[in-house]
C-alpha cells in the first residue's frame, strides 16, 4: 500500500525555501510522497496529485520550519484524509 503525506507548514512559512531536500522527512514519516503545504489550497492540490499518483494512505500533519537549523519538523499527530 503507497502512503503519502502532506505537511502543513503553520509556522516559519516566510522562511521556507523555494526548495528543500525531504528525503529524511519521507523515512522518518514512512512516506512514498511527501509533499509541503503552505495554505489550505496547498493541501487541496497536494490531496489531490497524491490521489492521482495512486496513494492509498493519505494522511496531514502540521510541520513547522526552523530557519535556524534550515529543517522541517513534524509536529502533532496525522490527520488521515484517505484509505
Known sequence: MKRGVILYVSTGKEELPDWMDLGEQRKLLQADDLCVATSEADINHHWWRLLVRG?????????????????????????????
Do not use: F, K, N, V
Open 55 to 83: 496513494m492509498h494512505h493519505i494522511s496531514c500533519m502540521r510541520a513547522e520550519y526552523d530557519e535556524t537549523r534550515q529543517s522541517l519538523e513534524p509536529c502533532g499527530t496525522p490527520m488521515r484524509l484517505y484509505g
